[in-house]
């Protein structure tokens, strides 16, 4: 991460867009003007030393997020036209036209690199499809460059296999190096886990529905995609009364109820306290399915699978559907899903937001995840003001980011509760200290913009290092005449025992 000064006017409004839009090298740029995007990409192509870039790197615009006064510029790298894992960079510019943050994630520049595989692609293909128990479909395989985790860059064959594991259902990428054959990393997509209706969770509930002639549906009229569906037909549900649901759990259409009401409710959360357009940052979601054999719940970047708890009823509530919709909040802001242990705790943070900002007698917020549900019989499956209840650590360690994702996610989901609520938990359960010291809480509202807006610094080299440096810095940028905020985010990152990060913003 470096930071670069830069004049630049930042245009009104809050926005998001996703595009792949190639920037002109030095001599090329044109005068940016008093665009910000184009004087994001006038910093870009002028190829600073913190970039890293070799004299084979190309920079591709794919997404601009404005929020809260702030534009975050993302880009990807390229090398001799191949794609760059793990090259990615952020650009952050203020209302004043300064840069206020550079996100990058690659270490060292690439220098020379062959670009010609020794390993055939059919031969990267047949390796991936070894890593699952079964392979339903494999996506189209491409040849990239890998600089992700500091190792040198290598030649690999990409792949994405679907199919199932030794633990469920899987949506699998997998690096080989194209030179060795070897598995040089592999990225798991599947997560884990206005008519009226009344589901066995959220209670009788308004939905945004689409009538059609005669014939309303379980689709949301004015979100890209949003709908709820059987799983074992893909078929959105629907019916001539727009009234949906007979409050029992074991119905896939009351379970619907309840999904969709949680989506609709996230949406409106995402507008009013972060100023996000949807899920997908652009008036989008994704399919919600009902009817998955497992008790389980997933979110694989195509769709979001709800499954069922151990009484056979389904698990759409706040905080488990938040969460999975959370998941691909994650993957559509820069950086695409968190890593390093932290993409539970992430994805559980909107869980706790949607749960708090719909306000539903019937799941209110707890901070507890699961506890409506009951996946296993045995209640709340995290509990994030501690979640040693839960059998998780309280505390960060050397080994939380190779502990298992969801155990992973206890320091986290720690620090986000302490900021939220503070340590005498403010109407909620006290929260012990890793350090034995007392927190002041700053509110969810402002804790989830925090969290939000230090996603917008992510890079895939995410890490939660990384994320104490990066909420420290959405803090600072986001009350730059205050260190309130700033101070309870340090406050709470050192009371679950995550240290000072070399460089990490000052207030």
Same mark, same amino acid.
Request: with cysteine; charged share 15%; aromatic share 6%.
């Given at each position: 991460?470096?930071?670069?000064?830069?004049?630049?006017?930042?245009?009104?409004?809050?926005?998001?867009?996703?595009?792949?839009?190639?920037?002109?090298?030095?001599?090329?740029?044109?005068?940016?003007?008093?665009?910000?995007?184009?004087?994001?990409?006038?910093? =870009?192509?002028?190829?600073?030393?913190?970039?890293?870039?070799?004299?084979?790197?190309?920079?591709?615009?794919?997404?601009?997020?404005?929020?809260?006064?702030?534009?975050?510029?993302?880009?990807?790298?390229?090398?001799?036209?191949?794609?760059?894992? %793990?090259? /990615?960079?952020?650009?952050?510019? /203020?209302?004043?036209?300064?840069?206020?943050?550079?996100?990058?994630?690659?270490?060292?520049?690439?220098?020379?690199?062959?670009?010609?595989?020794?390993?055939?692609?059919?031969?990267?293909?047949?390796?991936?499809?070894?890593?699952?128990?079964?392979?339903?479909?494999?996506?189209?395989?491409?040849?990239?460059?890998?600089?992700?985790?500091?190792?040198?860059?290598? &030649?690999?064959?990409?792949?994405?296999?679907? %199919?199932?594991?030794?633990?469920?259902?899987?949506?699998?990428?997998?690096?080989?190096?194209?030179?060795?054959?070897?598995?040089?990393?592999?990225?798991?997509? =599947?997560?884990?886990?206005?008519?009226?209706?009344?589901?066995?969770?959220?209670?009788?509930?308004?939905?945004?529905?689409?009538?059609?002639?005669?014939?309303?549906?379980?689709?949301?009229?004015?979100?890209?995609? +949003?709908?709820?569906?059987?799983?074992s037909t893909n078929k959105v549900f629907s019916g001539t009364d727009n009234v949906w649901g007979n409050g029992v759990g074991t119905s896939k259409e009351t379970g619907c109820v309840d999904a969709l009401y949680v989506a609709q409710k996230q949406k409106a959360m995402l507008s009013a306290w972060l100023g996000r357009n949807g899920q997908d940052g652009s008036g989008g979601a994704w399919p919600l399915r009902v009817g998955l054999n497992d008790q389980n719940a997933y979110y694989d970047g195509t769709q979001v699978q709800i499954g069922k708890n151990t009484a056979g009823k389904w698990i759409a509530s706040l905080d488990v559907v938040g969460h999975e919709l959370g998941h691909g909040i994650d993957d559509h802001t820069p950086g695409s899903l968190s890593?390093?242990?932290? @993409?539970?705790?992430?994805?559980?943070?909107?869980?706790?937001?949607?749960?708090?900002?719909?306000?539903?007698?019937?799941?209110?917020?707890? #901070?507890?995840? %699961?506890?409506?549900?009951?996946?296993?019989?045995?209640?709340?499956?995290?509990?994030?003001?501690?979640?040693?209840?839960?059998?998780?650590?309280?505390?960060?360690?050397?080994?939380?980011?190779?502990?298992?994702?969801?155990?992973?996610?206890?320091?986290?989901?720690?620090?986000? #509760? &302490?900021?939220? @609520?503070?340590?005498?938990?403010?109407?909620?359960?006290?929260?012990?200290?890793?350090?034995?010291?007392?927190?002041? %809480?700053?509110?969810?509202?402002?804790?989830?913009?925090?969290?939000?807006?230090?996603?917008? +610094?992510?890079?895939?080299?995410?890490? #939660?290092?990384? #994320?104490?440096?990066?909420?420290?810095?959405?803090?600072?940028? +986001?009350?730059?005449?205050?260190?309130? @905020?700033?101070?309870?985010?340090?406050?709470?990152?050192?009371?679950?025992?995550?240290?000072?990060?070399?460089?990490?913003?000052?207030?």
């Open positions: 991460m470096a930071r670069i000064p830069l004049g630049i006017a930042l245009a009104a409004g809050t926005a998001a867009a996703s595009a792949l839009v190639a920037v002109a090298g030095p001599a090329a740029a044109k005068a940016p003007g008093a665009d910000p995007v184009a004087r994001a990409d006038a910093l =870009v192509a002028a190829r600073p030393a913190a970039l890293h870039a070799s004299a084979h790197d190309g920079f591709l615009r794919r997404q601009v997020i404005r929020s809260q006064g702030l534009t975050y510029a993302a880009y990807d790298r390229t090398y001799k036209g191949l794609s760059v894992k %793990g090259g /990615d960079l952020v650009v952050v510019t /203020d209302s004043a036209g300064q840069t206020r943050y550079t996100s990058v994630a690659q270490n060292n520049a690439i220098g020379e690199l062959t670009t010609v595989p020794a390993i055939s692609e059919s031969s990267a293909v047949t390796t991936a499809r070894q890593l699952l128990k079964s392979v339903s479909g494999v996506e189209p395989t491409r040849l990239i460059v890998v600089t992700a985790d500091g190792r040198a860059a290598t &030649l690999a064959w990409e792949t994405t296999v679907n %199919g199932r594991s030794a633990t469920g259902a899987s949506r699998l990428t997998v690096d080989v190096d194209a030179q060795t054959g070897k598995v040089l990393s592999t990225e798991e997509h =599947v997560t884990e886990a206005t008519g009226s209706g009344t589901g066995w969770i959220n209670g009788s509930v308004s939905l945004n529905t689409t009538l059609s002639g005669s014939t309303y549906s379980l689709k949301d009229p004015s979100t890209t995609n +949003l709908s709820c569906q059987d799983a890593k390093g242990g932290t @993409q539970e705790f992430v994805a559980d943070t909107f869980g706790a937001a949607t749960e708090a900002y719909a306000a539903n007698p019937n799941d209110p917020a707890d #901070y507890q995840v %699961g506890e409506e549900v009951n996946l296993v019989g045995s209640g709340p499956i995290r509990y994030m003001y501690n979640p040693s209840l839960a059998g998780d650590s309280n505390c960060y360690s050397s080994s939380t980011p190779s502990q298992e994702v969801h155990a992973a996610a206890g320091p986290g989901n720690h620090w986000f #509760y &302490l900021l939220a @609520q503070g340590s005498a938990g403010n109407g909620q359960p006290a929260s012990p200290t890793c350090n034995g010291a007392s927190v002041t %809480g700053v509110g969810i509202q402002t804790a989830i913009k925090i969290m939000y807006n230090a996603m917008l +610094l992510k890079t895939s080299s995410s890490s #939660y290092a990384k #994320y104490r440096v990066w909420t420290l810095q959405a803090a600072k940028n +986001l009350y730059p005449g205050s260190c309130t @905020q700033f101070n309870a985010v340090k406050a709470a990152w050192n009371a679950v025992s995550l240290p000072a990060q070399s460089g990490e913003p000052t207030c």
